[in-house]
C-alpha cells in the first residue's frame, strides 16, 4: 500500500520445497508448503509494506467447485506465521515468481534482468522478456513507494498465469532498482496489488480488472483463507471467481466499500473487554492482506496496549534484568569486580574468549537462569549492560540499594523502543482480555491466542502484541488496518461485483 502503514515481516532466505499435491471430494487441487515460525530479527526488520515470503515452489490448478462455476485456486504459505504469498509465471513459457497477493496495494512488480545495481535483485528471480515469446515492450519508467523504501523500474506487458488461468497482455513493471535494503533480505520477488484501479501507478490496469475484462472468473469476487496453524501442510487460500466452503462456518458478513481505491469499509467501535474505547468517531478501516497486524490510531491502539501490559522490548527486559539481577550485580561491584566481566560472569552476555566461571557465581544464577526460556539473549545482554553502567553511576553518589533499584526501574520504563512492536508476557495470555471491532452492526471477536503473536529466537520465546499505532487525520482517518492478524480469525470475501467486503468466522 503506497503512502500509509506498511510493515515487512523479514527473514533470510530459508529452504523451501516441493510437498504432494492432494486432490479433495470438492475437486480442488491444492499444493502444501513448508512453514517456518516468526523469529524476533524478522519482526524487528518490519519496516515495509506488510509482505515477505520465501522461495515458493507450489502449483494450482482451476477446478469447479458444486456449482459447477469456474474457480481459481492459488495456495498460500504461511511464511513464519505471518506472511502469506503464492506463485505466479510471467511470460511464455511461465517464469516462476514469488508473490504477495495485497489488497492494499494495486500494481504487480516483480525484479527484472535488467536490474544490475541493486543488490535486492541478485537474490531474487528476475524476469528475462528475450526469454518469452508473448512479451510487449513498453519501456515508461515508473515508481512505486512503500513505507520505508520504492522500487524504480518501467512497464512491460506479457501473459501472466495464476492459477489455472492466464491472463494476456497484462501491464506490469520491471523493478531495476530496489530502493531497500530490506528488500535484499527478503524472500519474496514481488508484490501483485489487489486494490483498486484509483491507486494504481500509472493507471494501470490491476491484474484482477483483467481477469475480469478478459472472462476469466465465473463471478467478480476473490477471497481469502489463511491457516494460523504454522504446523499444517497448507498455509491458506486465495480463490479467484468465489469462495471454498470448507474454510468458514455461518454466512458472511457484508459491508459495503465505502471509499474505491483501498477496500476501505466503515469500523463502528473498537471494545477491549466488552466496553467501547470510546476513539472510534467515524472510523474506517482497510481490509489489507498485505499488512501483517492491526494498526489503529494511537489513542486506542496506547489504551489497548495498556490493559495487556505491552511494553518495549529493551524496557520489558531491562526490568527483568534489575527483578533477577539487581541485587546480584550490586553486590558483585561492591566485592569489587571488573565491570566489563560482570555481565558476562553471571551468564547473560556471551564472549569470545574462554573464561572460567566462578563456582560461587555460577551456584548464584543457576535458579536464575532457568527463568531464561522466554527472552532472548542479545535483548538480555543490551539490558544488562545498560543496568550495569547506571548501578555504577549511582554508587559513586553513595545512594542505597533499594533508592539505586527503584531509580534504575525506572529508567528502564523510560528507555526508547527501536521498533513499533511491544512485548507482553507469555504467562499472563489466558488473563489478556477478548477485543472486538463493530462492523457492520456485528461484533467481530479477537481472542488474546488471536492477537498475540508467539515469536522465536535462540530457542527462547517471546510474545508480541500485534496492535500497531498509526494516526491518520481526517478526513481520510481515523483509519484502522485490518491486516492478516483479522483475517486469520475471519474468512474475507472482496466483491468487486457488489463493491462489499464479507467476513465470516474461519474453519
Same mark, same amino acid.
Given at each position: 500500500?503506497?503512502?500509509?502503514?506498511?510493515?515487512?515481516? !523479514?527473514?533470510?532466505?530459508?529452504?523451501?520445497?516441493?510437498?504432494?499435491?492432494?486432490?479433495?471430494?470438492?475437486?480442488?487441487?491444492?499444493?502444501?508448503?513448508?512453514? #517456518?515460525?516468526?523469529?524476533? &530479527?524478522?519482526?524487528?526488520?518490519?519496516?515495509?509494506?506488510?509482505?515477505?515470503?520465501?522461495?515458493?515452489?507450489?502449483?494450482?490448478?482451476?477446478?469447479?467447485?458444486?456449482?459447477?462455476?469456474?474457480? &481459481?485456486?492459488?495456495?498460500?504459505?504461511?511464511?513464519?506465521?505471518?506472511?502469506?504469498?503464492?506463485?505466479?509465471?510471467?511470460?511464455?513459457?511461465? #517464469?516462476?515468481?514469488? @508473490?504477495?497477493?495485497?489488497?492494499?496495494?494495486?500494481?504487480?512488480?516483480?525484479?527484472?534482468?535488467?536490474?544490475?545495481?541493486?543488490?535486492?535483485?541478485?537474490?531474487?528471480?528476475?524476469?528475462?522478456?528475450?526469454?518469452? /515469446?508473448?512479451?510487449?515492450?513498453?519501456?515508461?519508467?515508473?515508481?512505486?513507494?512503500?513505507?520505508?523504501? !520504492?522500487?524504480?523500474?518501467?512497464? /512491460?506487458?506479457?501473459?501472466?498465469?495464476?492459477?489455472?488461468?492466464?491472463?494476456?497482455?497484462?501491464?506490469?513493471? *520491471?523493478?531495476?532498482?530496489?530502493?531497500?535494503?530490506?528488500?535484499?533480505?527478503?524472500?519474496?520477488?514481488?508484490?501483485?496489488?489487489?486494490?483498486?484501479?484509483?491507486?494504481?501507478?500509472?493507471?494501470?490496469? =490491476?491484474?484482477?480488472?483483467? !481477469?475480469?475484462?478478459?472472462?476469466?472468473?465465473?463471478?467478480?469476487?476473490?477471497?481469502?483463507?489463511?491457516?494460523?496453524?504454522?504446523?499444517?501442510?497448507?498455509?491458506? *487460500?486465495?480463490?479467484?471467481?468465489?469462495?471454498?466452503?470448507?474454510?468458514?462456518?455461518?454466512?458472511?458478513?457484508?459491508?459495503?466499500?465505502?471509499?474505491?481505491?483501498?477496500?476501505?469499509?466503515?469500523?463502528?467501535?473498537?471494545?477491549?473487554?466488552?466496553?467501547?474505547?470510546?476513539?472510534?468517531?467515524?472510523?474506517?478501516?482497510? @481490509?489489507?492482506?498485505?499488512?501483517?497486524?492491526?494498526?489503529?490510531?494511537?489513542?486506542?491502539?496506547?489504551?489497548?496496549?495498556?490493559?495487556?501490559?505491552?511494553?518495549?522490548?529493551?524496557?520489558?527486559?531491562?526490568?527483568? @534484568?534489575?527483578?533477577?539481577?539487581?541485587? +546480584?550485580?550490586? %553486590?558483585?561491584?561492591?566485592?569489587?569486580? #571488573?565491570?566489563?566481566?560482570?555481565?558476562? &560472569?553471571?551468564?547473560?552476555?556471551?564472549?569470545?574468549?574462554? #573464561?572460567?566461571? /566462578?563456582?560461587?557465581?555460577?551456584?548464584?544464577?543457576?535458579?536464575?537462569?532457568?527463568?531464561?526460556?522466554?527472552?532472548? %539473549?542479545?535483548?538480555?545482554?543490551?539490558?544488562? *549492560?545498560?543496568?550495569?553502567?547506571?548501578?555504577?553511576?549511582?554508587?559513586?553518589?553513595?545512594?542505597?540499594?533499594?533508592?539505586?533499584?527503584?531509580?534504575?526501574?525506572?529508567?528502564?520504563?523510560?528507555?526508547?523502543?527501536?521498533?513499533?512492536?511491544?512485548?507482553?508476557?507469555?504467562?499472563?495470555?489466558?488473563?489478556?482480555?477478548?477485543? /472486538?471491532?463493530?462492523?457492520?452492526?456485528?461484533?467481530?471477536?479477537?481472542?488474546?491466542?488471536?492477537?498475540?503473536?508467539?515469536? *522465536?529466537?535462540?530457542?527462547?520465546?517471546?510474545?508480541?502484541?500485534?496492535?500497531?499505532?498509526?494516526?491518520? =487525520?481526517?478526513?481520510?482517518?481515523? +483509519?484502522?488496518?485490518?491486516?492478516?492478524?483479522? !483475517?486469520?480469525?475471519?474468512?474475507?470475501?472482496?466483491?468487486?461485483?457488489?463493491?462489499? @467486503?464479507?467476513?465470516?468466522?474461519?474453519?
Amino acid at each position: 500500500m503506497g503512502d500509509k502503514f506498511l510493515l515487512l515481516v !523479514m527473514c533470510l532466505l530459508v529452504s523451501t520445497f516441493w510437498l504432494a499435491i492432494a486432490s479433495s471430494s470438492d475437486g480442488l487441487v491444492r499444493l502444501g508448503l513448508r512453514k #517456518q515460525r516468526l523469529g524476533i &530479527n524478522s519482526i524487528n526488520a518490519a519496516r515495509i509494506k506488510g509482505t515477505d515470503s520465501a522461495y515458493a515452489k507450489g502449483e494450482v490448478t482451476t477446478t469447479r467447485g458444486s456449482d459447477d462455476s469456474a474457480m &481459481n485456486i492459488v495456495s498460500l504459505k504461511n511464511y513464519l506465521d505471518v506472511q502469506y504469498f503464492g506463485e505466479v509465471g510471467i511470460g511464455s513459457p511461465p #517464469q516462476k515468481f514469488t @508473490v504477495i497477493f495485497d489488497t492494499g496495494s494495486s500494481n504487480l512488480w516483480i525484479p527484472s534482468s535488467h536490474c544490475y545495481f541493486s543488490v535486492a535483485c541478485f537474490f531474487h528471480s528476475r524476469y528475462n522478456s528475450s526469454k518469452s /515469446s508473448t512479451y510487449t515492450e513498453i519501456g515508461k519508467p515508473c515508481k512505486i513507494n512503500y513505507g520505508s523504501g !520504492m522500487i524504480l523500474g518501467f512497464f /512491460s506487458e506479457d501473459n501472466i498465469k495464476v492459477g489455472g488461468l492466464v491472463v494476456k497482455n497484462q501491464v506490469f513493471t *520491471e523493478a531495476i532498482r530496489e530502493g531497500s535494503l530490506i528488500l535484499s533480505l527478503a524472500s519474496f520477488d514481488g508484490i501483485l496489488g489487489l486494490g483498486f484501479q484509483d491507486i494504481s501507478v500509472g493507471n494501470v490496469a =490491476p491484474l484482477w480488472y483483467s !481477469m475480469m475484462e478478459q472472462s476469466l472468473v465465473a463471478q467478480k469476487v476473490f477471497s481469502f483463507w489463511f491457516n494460523k496453524d504454522p504446523s499444517a501442510s497448507e498455509g491458506g *487460500e486465495i480463490v479467484f471467481g468465489g469462495v471454498d466452503q470448507k474454510h468458514f462456518k455461518g454466512k458472511h458478513t457484508y459491508v459495503p466499500v465505502i471509499r474505491k481505491g483501498y477496500w476501505q469499509i466503515e469500523l463502528a467501535d473498537f471494545l477491549i473487554a466488552d466496553k467501547s474505547t470510546g476513539f472510534c468517531t467515524n472510523c474506517t478501516a482497510i @481490509v489489507d492482506s498485505g499488512t501483517s497486524f492491526i494498526a489503529g490510531p494511537k489513542a486506542a491502539v496506547t489504551k489497548m496496549n495498556h490493559a495487556i501490559g505491552a511494553k518495549g522490548f529493551v524496557s520489558m527486559e531491562c526490568k527483568k @534484568v534489575v527483578a533477577q539481577y539487581g541485587d +546480584l550485580m550490586w %553486590q558483585l561491584l561492591l566485592s569489587g569486580l #571488573q565491570p566489563d566481566k560482570l555481565c558476562s &560472569n553471571i551468564g547473560i552476555c556471551s564472549y569470545n574468549r574462554t #573464561q572460567k566461571m /566462578s563456582e560461587t557465581i555460577e551456584m548464584v544464577v543457576e535458579q536464575k537462569r532457568e527463568k531464561h526460556t522466554e527472552v532472548g %539473549q542479545d535483548l538480555l545482554c543490551t539490558a544488562c *549492560e545498560l543496568t550495569l553502567a547506571w548501578i555504577r553511576t549511582e554508587l559513586t553518589q553513595n545512594k542505597t540499594e533499594g533508592r539505586v533499584i527503584e531509580y534504575v526501574n525506572k529508567l528502564c520504563d523510560n528507555l526508547p523502543n527501536p521498533t513499533r512492536e511491544l512485548a507482553v508476557d507469555c504467562e499472563k495470555i489466558p488473563n489478556m482480555p477478548t477485543v /472486538s471491532f463493530i462492523i457492520g452492526n456485528k461484533s467481530f471477536h479477537l481472542t488474546p491466542e488471536q492477537y498475540i503473536r508467539r515469536v *522465536e529466537q535462540n530457542f527462547s520465546t517471546f510474545c508480541v502484541s500485534s496492535f500497531i499505532a498509526l494516526d491518520i =487525520p481526517p478526513p481520510q482517518g481515523p +483509519l484502522w488496518i485490518l491486516g492478516e492478524i483479522f !483475517m486469520e480469525a475471519y474468512h474475507t470475501v472482496f466483491d468487486f461485483g457488489n463493491l462489499r @467486503v464479507g467476513f465470516a468466522e474461519a474453519v
